[in-house]
């Protein structure tokens, strides 16, 4: 089985020797869009939810991230001082945070572990390529299909006759900004999968019967599994 690239162990380690550490409740902003910032975010523990706003007030998810991520890596080495996103607690959440600087000095410090972080964020930068292509190449159809596909890779469990059950519970809005649509869209797609026997879902999550059939309607490229996720 592919190995899951994660953040490298020494960075965990140097979050929990310099970081600062701020719970947050369920729904609150961790930063916001367009806000100065002057911090890095690692997520202890917690679920949270990276996200943009379209020009017409319409939330785009972009990832979800669990515990042992980065979040707010845009500004590391960069002249960016500003958030590109918004940060939200899905659920309560514990974050260790670093100045932007001295994170920048402690990488300078230890060249292996700055070319290791460099290399993670160049991972997230493929990822979030990957999910672009999907949403502005094959319209809602191949949205809703390559996220679950990345769900079904970030959050599977292979089931016996061969199916997939997605263990992440998402609403139809949230699946909805995951894939910059609407819920009745999403409600109507859903519909026609489980009709043909593509999908089945109960009480909020989904199992994936026919993964093959997604990845031939979105012209999968067969991506490795460390870009081909939701986190």
């Given at each position: 089985m592919e190995e899951i690239e994660t953040i490298p162990p020494k960075i965990h380690s140097l979050f929990k020797e310099h970081?600062?550490?701020?719970?947050?409740?369920?729904?609150t902003p961790i930063f916001l869009e367009?806000?100065?910032?002057?911090?890095?975010?690692?997520?202890?523990?917690?679920?949270?939810?990276?996200?943009?706003e379209t020009a017409s007030g319409k939330e785009l998810t972009i990832r979800i991230c669990g515990s042992n991520n980065l979040i707010g890596e845009s500004t590391i080495f960069s002249s960016l001082d500003y958030n590109s996103t918004t940060a939200t607690a899905m659920e309560t959440t514990t974050i260790l945070t670093i100045d932007n600087n001295m994170l920048e000095l402690y990488l300078s410090q230890e060249p292996s572990l700055m070319i290791a972080c460099l290399r993670w964020i160049q991972l997230q930068n493929m990822k979030s390529q990957s999910r672009l292509r999907d949403l502005l190449l094959h319209g809602k159809k191949g949205a809703l299909f390559s996220t679950l596909i990345r769900l079904a890779n970030t959050y599977g469990?292979?089931?016996?006759?061969?199916?997939?059950?997605?263990?992440?519970k998402l609403t139809n809005n949230e699946l909805a900004n995951l894939c910059a649509t609407s819920r009745e869209v999403i409600?109507?797609?859903?519909?026609?999968?489980?009709?043909?026997?593509?999908?089945?879902?109960?009480?909020?999550?989904i199992t994936v019967l026919n993964l093959q059939f997604l990845k031939d309607e979105c012209e999968c490229e067969n991506c490795p599994l460390t870009i081909c996720r939701i986190d």
């Open positions: 970081g600062t550490v701020v719970k947050f409740a369920k729904d367009g806000d100065r910032t002057q911090d890095v975010f690692f997520v202890v523990s917690g679920q949270v939810r990276i996200s943009k469990e292979n089931l016996d006759d061969g199916s997939i059950h997605i263990n992440y409600n109507r797609m859903l519909n026609d999968l489980k009709k043909n026997n593509i999908i089945t879902f109960d009480k909020s999550t």
